[in-house]
């Protein structure tokens, strides 16, 4: 499973970006069945947690961070997860990664929130937010 991240860019502080996340795979999958979480990170610190959603779409999670101001989402028929990213701030300039995890049917509903559940990375997209 092969995960691509595009959608960043530089922006000023207070613009937004959306960031997209599609998987693909030369072997049978299916994305439905993948929860999907946004990490960043920026120079000098550690991986962080953004959002996450759901095999179904129906739950998600935010950081502290990000609440009010990211939306993520999924189509399962376009095999993509978006990051509508809102009034952007120069502390939200980073490299973002999107990961997802395959999970059985138990846990469609199940949030993700930490990076050493998910099994497939995507390549990060650079987020630079200038003041």
């Known amino acids: 499973l092969q995960l691509q991240a595009s959608g960043g860019g530089w922006v000023q502080s207070g613009g937004s970006l959306r960031l997209s996340c599609a998987g693909s795979?030369?072997?049978?999958?299916?994305?439905?069945?993948?929860?999907v979480g946004w990490f960043r990170q920026a120079p000098g610190k550690e991986r962080e947690a953004v959002a996450a959603i759901s095999c179904s779409g129906r739950n998600t999670y935010y950081a502290d961070s990000a609440k009010g101001r990211f939306t993520i989402s999924r189509d399962n028929t376009k095999n993509t997860v978006w990051l509508q990213m809102n009034r952007l701030d120069p502390d939200d300039t980073a490299v973002y990664y999107c990961?997802?995890?395959?999970?059985?049917?138990?846990?469609?509903?199940?949030?993700?929130?930490?990076?050493?559940?998910?099994?497939?990375w995507g390549q990060g997209t650079l987020v630079t937010v200038s003041s």
């Open positions: 990961a997802m995890k395959g999970v059985t049917s138990a846990y469609y509903e199940r949030i993700y929130r930490h990076d050493y559940y998910y099994s497939y």
């Open positions: 795979s030369a072997s049978p999958w299916t994305f439905e069945t993948h929860a």
